[in-house]
């Protein structure tokens, strides 16, 4: 009887413990209650806010993706104790953060905590969105993880690391355990913040870190970009990681096209490019479709563009016998020379998100990456009036609108919508 008793007492505490374990697991990452460690340090600088987060991903089995401020200003020695974080919960604990360390916010998205600065969240023009293809990791440490991210950017990227040697093992023996296990993933696509957020799912004990690394004399005009930026796939939350692993011929270490000495060649075909007439135009709010920054080209000035790896100016602007003001476009490589690339000048320039395809009027389309210039507008019979209006959430679709003339157009039929699918 004792027996049985026994049996069925150590069920029931096996049922408990399982509901127990259904429960945790359905609670969302916000909403657990912070354990023994959980603190906050101080100051109100990012390294304090790092080892804030590391502590509250211990106490609590959260993940979590951290960006750092552009200016992430002087280095701390070391931080101190600030309070105890024990019992509030993972939101309560991050508001409280955030109350200190101006600049941030946190969201929880799809499972992980991001914790990043206020203005990343709302910008599509964020280098970590650009849009990735299909991503296959097979028994992946998590140093070839961040390398894989470091070939978003820099498809060529040749990597000189310990891992890719006979020293590897040695290497991994001075690693943390979470360092040593191994990552397997299929992405089917997304942006570089999926895949981010992919990886430390399916390894269960990374965190993912963005940091910056940005000249002082160029703090005035520097966007987040991954020239400055530094990767890491780690144990916890940290300030630092892997940066310019990439072996190339530039004194920075980043592979890149040589510095170009010829113009693109202009092609006639549409090449991968698609094009597809619409009934209507798309909706563009910000979820599905974004306005696209589109530089109009009226006066002689240097256009801004998402990656530092190339620069753009406009010159020689004026109506050069048009109906409106256009300048001829100029594209720089490193220390190569600028080299016109516009057609018979040109009214406006787009540059998407991540750098690859410069667009400029009527609809001509620089790719980056090939070092080649496909003249849609003869090629897919777009012709002028063209205006890219906004680009997918993806990154891989503009919305066109063409009409007959610039405006108030006399018997117009009409304005035309198209939608440009562009290779990836």
């Given at each position: 009887?004792?027996?049985?008793?026994l049996l069925?007492?150590?069920?029931l505490i096996?049922?408990?413990?399982?509901?127990?374990a259904q429960v945790?697991?359905?609670?969302?990452?916000?909403?657990?209650i912070l354990?023994?460690?959980a603190?906050?340090?101080?100051?109100a600088n990012?390294?304090?806010?790092a080892?804030?987060?590391?502590?509250?991903?211990?106490?609590?089995?959260?993940?979590?993706?951290?960006?750092?401020?552009?200016?992430?200003?002087?280095?701390?020695?070391?931080?101190?104790f600030?309070?105890?974080?024990?019992?509030?919960?993972?939101?309560?604990a991050?508001?409280a953060?955030?109350?200190v360390?101006?600049?941030?916010?946190?969201?929880?998205?799809?499972?992980?905590i991001?914790?990043r600065?206020?203005?990343?969240f709302?910008?599509?023009?964020?280098?970590?969105?650009?849009?990735v293809?299909?991503?296959?990791l097979?028994?992946a440490?998590?140093?070839?993880?961040t390398?894989?991210?470091?070939?978003?950017?820099?498809?060529d990227?040749?990597?000189?690391h310990?891992?890719?040697t006979?020293?590897?093992?040695?290497?991994?023996?001075?690693?943390?355990?979470?360092?040593?296990?191994?990552?397997?993933?299929s992405?089917a696509?997304g942006?570089?913040?999926?895949?981010?957020?992919?990886?430390?799912?399916?390894?269960g004990?990374?965190?993912?870190s963005?940091?910056?690394d940005?000249?002082?004399?160029?703090?005035?005009?520097?966007?987040?970009?991954?020239?400055?930026?530094v990767f890491?796939?780690?144990?916890?939350?940290?300030?630092?990681?892997?940066?310019?692993?990439?072996?190339g011929?530039h004194?920075?270490?980043?592979?890149?096209?040589?510095d170009a000495?010829?113009p693109p060649?202009?092609l006639?075909?549409?090449?991968?490019?698609?094009?597809?007439?619409?009934?209507?135009?798309p909706?563009?709010?910000g979820?599905e479709?974004?306005?696209?920054?589109?530089?109009?080209?009226?006066?002689?000035a240097?256009?801004?563009?998402?990656?530092?790896?190339f620069?753009?100016?406009?010159?020689?602007?004026?109506d050069?016998?048009?109906?409106?003001?256009?300048c001829?476009l100029?594209?720089?490589?490193?220390?190569?020379?600028?080299?016109r690339?516009?057609?018979?000048?040109t009214g406006?320039?787009?540059?998407?998100?991540?750098?690859?395809y410069?667009?400029?009027?009527?609809?001509y389309?620089?790719?980056?990456?090939?070092?080649?210039?496909?003249?849609?507008?003869?090629?897919?019979?777009?012709?002028?009036?063209t205006?890219?209006?906004?680009?997918?959430?993806?990154?891989?679709?503009?919305?066109?609108?063409?009409?007959?003339?610039?405006m108030?157009?006399?018997?117009?039929?009409?304005?035309?919508?198209?939608?440009?699918?562009?290779?990836?």
């Amino acid at each position: 009887m004792l027996r049985r008793s026994l049996l069925a007492a150590a069920l029931l505490i096996a049922f408990a413990r399982s509901i127990s374990a259904q429960v945790a697991h359905d609670i969302r990452p916000e909403d657990r209650i912070l354990g023994a460690g959980a603190e906050m340090r101080l100051p109100a600088n990012p390294d304090a806010l790092a080892e804030s987060l590391a502590s509250i991903a211990r106490a609590s089995g959260v993940l979590i993706g951290f960006e750092t401020v552009l200016n992430v200003g002087p280095r701390t020695r070391g931080t101190r104790f600030g309070r105890s974080l024990q019992g509030k919960t993972v939101g309560e604990a991050l508001d409280a953060l955030i109350a200190v360390h101006r600049g941030y916010a946190w969201r929880s998205v799809n499972g992980v905590i991001h914790v990043r600065p206020q203005q990343a969240f709302d910008d599509f023009n964020h280098f970590l969105n650009q849009a990735v293809g299909p991503v296959e990791l097979t028994d992946a440490l998590p140093l070839h993880a961040t390398f894989e991210v470091h070939r978003i950017f820099v498809p060529d990227c040749v990597v000189n690391h310990p891992i890719y040697t006979e020293e590897r093992e040695a290497f991994l023996e001075k690693e943390d355990p979470a360092m040593r296990q191994t990552v397997t993933l299929s992405l089917a696509g997304g942006t570089v913040l999926n895949l981010l957020d992919a990886v430390i799912k399916a390894h269960g004990s990374l965190y993912w870190s963005v940091t910056y690394d940005v000249p002082p004399e160029r703090l005035r005009d520097a966007t987040p970009s991954y020239e400055y930026a530094v990767f890491a796939f780690t144990p916890y939350p940290l300030v630092g990681g892997w940066w310019r692993m990439c072996a190339g011929r530039h004194d920075d270490g980043i592979a890149q096209p040589s510095d170009a000495v010829l113009p693109p060649p202009m092609l006639k075909s549409a090449g991968k490019f698609t094009a597809v007439r619409l009934s209507r135009p798309p909706l563009i709010d910000g979820r599905e479709w974004f306005a696209a920054n589109v530089q109009t080209t009226s006066a002689p000035a240097k256009l801004p563009v998402p990656l530092q790896a190339f620069s753009l100016t406009v010159a020689d602007c004026g109506d050069h016998g048009g109906d409106f003001e256009r300048c001829q476009l100029f594209f720089q490589r490193g220390g190569g020379a600028p080299m016109r690339i516009d057609a018979g000048f040109t009214g406006w320039v787009f540059v998407t998100p991540d750098g690859r395809y410069v667009v400029s009027e009527p609809l001509y389309v620089l790719d980056v990456r090939e070092w080649k210039q496909y003249a849609l507008s003869e090629a897919l019979q777009i012709t002028n009036y063209t205006k890219i209006e906004a680009i997918s959430r993806d990154g891989s679709r503009l919305f066109i609108s063409r009409r007959d003339c610039v405006m108030d157009c006399k018997g117009e039929s009409g304005v035309e919508y198209y939608e440009l699918t562009l290779p990836r």
